[in-house]
């Protein structure tokens, strides 16, 4: 018999509620997901494996991320994980995406802690109010905008768009199927003006949180005018859209527009950061 799939994502919405709120986290801004964990008493480990993760259910119970897959597919398969530990599942291991199940609802377990993550991450309050604030709306979304929410909220492209149009009804499936036609990368390359290898996190004066999370050697793009206070991310060069730095070496950079007063924290992770998530940002030693 066919799990109902409905009654699976209502559960996981539930819960994903219940979680946020059992942190003092509200249901609408951006989170790190690192600190929800720690908040359930959850640790969470990166490490040089070949998955997506592991959940390791004991005391403490303790989730294991592949520190090399990207920054936004680590927050997500992290939220994946917690999803196990907060629906009680027992010890499991989630292969690469690329060899999962071509129909994941045929697992309930899994089911539920999909759509966990994706609740968790992604609130509908929270969704909507990122479109609603910027006088967009999601189903004329134009690819950029999408990927404006999505680091935001510090989810994939792809992963947005599938959460606005299978889990809220906010994307029809035609403009979805549209949407995912464009790649991140020739989306990075219409912001910039070339192509990049890099991962950009694309940061605007409607920003909800205080605090931009990327590694090592990624680029950001924040509003006009911003300076940092440190030398721990470069300016590359200015743009239309705004002003482009690469981040250097670890660390916590604040960062401020003077003429507007806007300000944020940019946490930078040392690139494919093996260790506590909560060291993450540790400055690097000298004597190292």
Not at 137 to 147: L, Y
Not at 211 to 220: K, Q
Request: glycine share 6%.
């Amino acid at each position: 018999m066919m799990p109902d799939r409905n009654a699976l994502a209502n559960r996981a919405m539930t819960a994903s509620i219940a979680a946020r709120t059992k942190a003092g986290l509200d249901l609408i801004n951006p989170i790190c997901i690192y600190a929800l964990c720690k908040a359930h008493k959850v640790q969470v480990r990166f490490n040089a494996i070949n998955m997506e993760g592991m959940y390791q259910r004991g005391t403490p119970s303790r989730i294991h991320l592949s520190a090399r897959r990207p920054l936004p597919r680590r927050a997500y398969n992290c939220a994946h994980e917690l999803g196990h530990h907060v629906f009680g599942h027992g010890s499991s291991i989630d292969e690469l995406r690329e060899d999962a199940k071509e129909n994941p609802w045929e697992d309930p377990k899994e089911f539920l802690a999909d759509s966990f993550a994706g609740f968790v991450l992604m609130p509908t309050l929270g969704m909507r109010q990122a479109f609603a604030k910027r006088d967009w709306e999601p189903n004329s979304a134009t690819p950029v905008q999408i990927f404006q929410i999505a680091s935001e909220y510090g989810v994939g492209y792809t992963t947005l768009i599938t959460h606005l149009s299978q889990s809220l009804n906010m994307i029809s499936r035609p403009r979805a199927t549209v949407l995912k036609k464009q790649k991140p990368a020739a989306i990075r390359a219409a912001i910039l003006g070339s192509l990049s290898a890099e991962p950009l996190v694309l940061v605007d004066n409607a920003w909800s949180t205080s605090v931009i999370d990327v590694e090592v050697g990624m680029s950001v793009l924040l509003p006009s005018d911003t300076e940092p206070d440190s030398e721990a991310i470069t300016f590359v060069k200015d743009l239309p859209a705004g002003r482009l730095f690469e981040a250097g070496t670890p660390g916590i950079v604040r960062v401020i527009q003077p003429d507007t007063g806007w300000a944020a924290f940019v946490r930078i992770a040392r690139k494919q950061y093996i260790g506590l998530a909560e060291f993450r940002h540790l400055e690097e030693d000298a004597d190292e």
